[in-house]
């Protein structure tokens, strides 16, 4: 097995272990990887099975973990953008509304994850502006029902129906995560440890900003103040892998 993917697999063994992740021990291990098997080229089957049989049984979990994440593409991007455009447009401005001033808000839906045991859950980052000074509140992994994530809420006067409601708005985009601001973020989807996600500005870019957005890598210019986005995650592609 590579280096690199020894490195990955401990680090990626340390953040389950931090988070309190752990691999569901009820799950037939060489079950699922003979389903993911079908899915994986041809040219890298065999590069795969030998990493498999030979691995630990925490290399194996991470093998499992990992090629079980979810999976997107610039493709279904851009499909999405075209086909809400009217629904991710609203959903930047109804969540504008909802942040108080001086105040930037950063919110994510995780799904429940069967394979890692791990419930539904928010990440949270609040941001307050006082002067040049940047307050950060941040917690990942939030359960739906705990105090920290009630106490979050309220420092914004938010509550539980006001997270109904945008978690609503944002499957109705059929996004995950939005992040207010000069310009909006609004995240598509999770692909592997990166992630597809919109920059919507106010107006439209000029042709130098235009220029400067479409880099060939995290940014592409979709057109008039839309902006295509992939962020990397610690290991794999940190460009647009399509």
């Known amino acids: 097995m590579k280096f690199s993917l020894l490195l990955c697999v ?23 990887f003979k389903t993911i098997l079908k899915d994986i080229p041809e040219e890298k089957k065999k590069e795969l099975l030998n990493a498999y049989n030979s691995g630990s049984e925490g290399t194996k979990e991470f093998l ?22 009217d629904k991710i447009t609203l959903l930047k401005t109804a969540y504008a509304k909802l942040v108080p001033p001086n105040y930037t808000v950063s919110i994510e839906f995780n799904p429940e994850n069967i394979i890692t045991s791990t419930k539904e859950s928010i990440d949270l980052k609040i941001t307050l502006l006082k002067g040049t000074e940047a307050i950060v509140n941040q917690e990942w992994n939030l359960d739906f029902n705990s105090d920290k994530l009630k106490e979050m ?10 997270v109904k409601n945008i978690k609503k708005l944002l499957a109705e985009a059929h996004c995950i995560s939005i992040e207010n601001g000069k310009v909006a973020t609004i995240g598509f989807a999770r692909s592997g440890l990166g992630k597809y996600s919109y920059l ?3 107006s439209s870019l000029t042709a130098d900003k235009a220029k400067q957005y479409n880099d060939g ?13 992939y962020a990397g995650g610690a290991f ?3 460009c647009f892998p399509d």
């Not at 499992?64 to 455009?85: D, F, G, H, R």
């Not at 809420?153 to 006001?162: D, H, Q, R, Y």
């Not at 995290?218 to 295509?228: A, E, M, R």
């Open 10 to 32: 401990a680090f990626i063994l340390c953040i389950c272990k931090v988070s309190g992740q752990q691999f569901n021990k009820s799950i037939n291990k060489d079950s699922l």
């Open 64 to 85: 499992l973990v990992m090629y079980s994440l979810p999976k997107s593409s610039k493709k279904e991007l851009i499909e999405n953008i075209k086909a809400n455009y």
């Open 153 to 162: 809420l309220a420092s914004i006067g938010w509550n539980k129906e006001t």
């Open 200 to 202: 919507l500005f106010n």
């Open 217 to 229: 890598c995290s940014y592409i210019f979709y057109g008039k103040n839309i902006v295509l986005e």
């Open 236 to 238: 794999g592609p940190q």
